[in-house]
């Protein structure tokens, strides 16, 4: 009999993973959704200007492909549309759980199953729990004095206040990484003033977005193999191009040329300039990859703020300088909880073993996928598993893939395991893998927990993730 399983989360991996269990015709599965639909992160970000900087045609399923994108990058609700008919065209919309948190699972050992607990009180038994939760769900709020003190309407980037009309407003802004980068350019038209707090610049190279026209779409759809070959050469170029990068190989230079020169380009003051110019490496932080972002930090409405912010006070931000601007709508383009893993969900695992209490000095599991005490549970997008420079939707198929490759052992075997001697090699090549990466450089960034370690990314080439997460090695684990 087929195990029954859990997926933990509607997004794109929680979505893969439902999809390749209805493939193989494995009906015994309930995805947890705590949102009212699917669509994961592309769900809770609808900011203005919401989009993806990994080109349409890599950043969708390899067994999904669309000939329709309209445009190169696609938006937010290209990407949420997409998942959505996903999950009619996979028929699983019966077995999605919406508007329901799962709150804590935990081994029974006695049955040898996972007890899920919800948070309508709902308890049930599953053999096998997948998470899918992501790593970029939870807002992170600064953690700056006054934050209960101000008075003027303020919200999170992944939780837009729409119904709050930014039109003639004086507007702060706080946080200038991927997703104020986008949102910047969107608000700076329409508001009488934006202030951008920034703590550290970001390095941004330009985003060449563009429509498909019509005759593009149709020769996707008509022509043999346009497509495919398409999606290998997006696939081929960044992963050539930009992966070096992150390694000190033959292209960081050259990127770090072309980041530079489209900061001359865009931006002519040479003291606005010199505040935008990062001074760690770059790639050790995200990169951003857009083309509006500076324009917007010059028009004469903006206002670039890089004294440290002293405080939050009723009507607007005091900087370390005494200088206090009035805001009356405060956007937090702050981030995320990256680095606690699963965080708030409570797992429990054998002989009580509680999950967060072992990760409390960074989460690690072997690939990414699997941690020991923890049997049958099986993690998507989980540590280490992140992106520094191509589109996660790889990592996700090939995790969702090795996972499926573990049902048929576990299922004539017992709840597989881990073994500690496995997680311990995997570290070991983590670190030295890591030892060679930009994100060891000097810079603060959602990549590395608070002891300054690099939980979230993977230090190696999708090609190898690939390769070493193709099917499981039983002798990786202990059964039964
Ligand atoms: P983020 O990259 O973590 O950026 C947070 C920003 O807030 C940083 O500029 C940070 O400054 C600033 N900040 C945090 N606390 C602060 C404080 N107390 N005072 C002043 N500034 C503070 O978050 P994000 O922009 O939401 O992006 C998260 C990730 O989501 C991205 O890296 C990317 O992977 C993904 N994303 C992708 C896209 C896309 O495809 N284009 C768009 C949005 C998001 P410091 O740098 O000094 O810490």
Aim: charged fraction near 20%.
């Amino acid at each position: 009999m087929a195990p029954s399983v859990a997926i933990i989360g509607a997004g794109f991996g929680g979505l893969c993973m439902g999809i390749q269990l209805q493939k193989a015709g494995i009906t015994s599965y309930t995805i947890f959704e705590k949102a009212g639909g699917v669509g994961g992160t592309w769900r809770a970000n609808t900011y203005p200007g919401a989009a993806c900087d990994v080109p349409s045609h890599l950043y969708s399923y390899s067994f999904e492909q669309r000939h329709d994108w309209t445009r190169r990058f696609p938006a937010q609700r290209e990407i949420l549309a997409y998942l959505e008919g996903c999950a009619d065209k996979y028929g699983l919309r019966p077995h999605l759980r919406l508007n329901t948190e799962v709150t804590a699972a935990a081994f029974d050992e006695s049955v040898n199953r996972w007890r899920l607990t919800t948070s309508d009180g709902g308890e049930e038994l599953f053999d096998v729990v997948v998470s899918g939760v992501g790593q970029l769900n939870r807002p992170r709020l600064p953690d700056i004095p006054g934050v209960d003190a101000y008075e003027g309407t303020a919200f999170h980037s992944a939780r837009w206040n729409h119904g709050h009309e930014l039109t003639g407003r004086r507007v702060a802004v706080i946080g200038n990484g991927s997703s104020a980068a986008q949102i910047i350019p969107r608000v700076a038209p329409v508001v009488d003033h934006l202030d951008v707090y920034q703590r550290t610049p970001s390095w941004v190279i330009p985003k060449v977005n563009g429509e498909y026209g019509r005759s593009e779409r149709l020769a996707f759809r008509y022509v043999p193999f346009l497509q495919a070959a398409n999606r290998e050469r997006i696939y081929r170029v960044i992963e050539g191009l930009v992966y070096p990068v992150l390694v000190g190989g033959w292209s960081r230079r050259m990127v770090t040329r072309r980041a530079q020169e489209h900061l001359r380009q865009q931006v002519g003051d040479p003291g606005l300039r010199a505040k935008l110019t990062p001074a760690y490496p770059i790639g050790c932080k995200r990169i951003v990859i857009d083309s509006d972002f500076y324009p917007a930090l010059t028009r004469p409405n903006v206002e670039l703020v890089t004294d440290p912010i002293a405080r939050l006070v009723p009507k607007g931000v005091e900087t370390a300088d005494g200088v206090t601007r009035e805001a009356d709508t405060l956007i937090y383009a702050t981030g995320f909880h990256t680095t606690d893993f699963l965080a708030p969900i409570e797992i429990t695992g054998r002989a009580g073993r509680r999950l967060h209490e072992i990760w409390k000095d960074g989460a690690e599991a072997y690939l990414g996928v699997a941690v020991p005490h923890f049997p049958n549970l099986f993690l998507l997008y989980g540590p280490n598993t992140n992106l520094g420079h191509n589109s996660i939707i790889l990592m996700i198929e090939a995790q969702v893939r090795y996972i499926m490759g573990c049902l048929p052992l576990l299922s004539a075997r017992g709840p597989m395991e881990v073994r500690q001697a496995a997680l311990d090699g995997w570290r070991r090549a983590l670190d030295r893998a890591m030892a060679r990466t930009v994100w060891q450089a000097s810079c603060h960034s959602w990549y590395k927990n608070a002891a300054g370690r690099v939980t979230n990314n993977w230090p190696g080439p999708t090609t190898l993730y690939r390769r070493i997460t193709r099917a499981p090695r039983p002798d990786a684990y202990r059964f039964g």
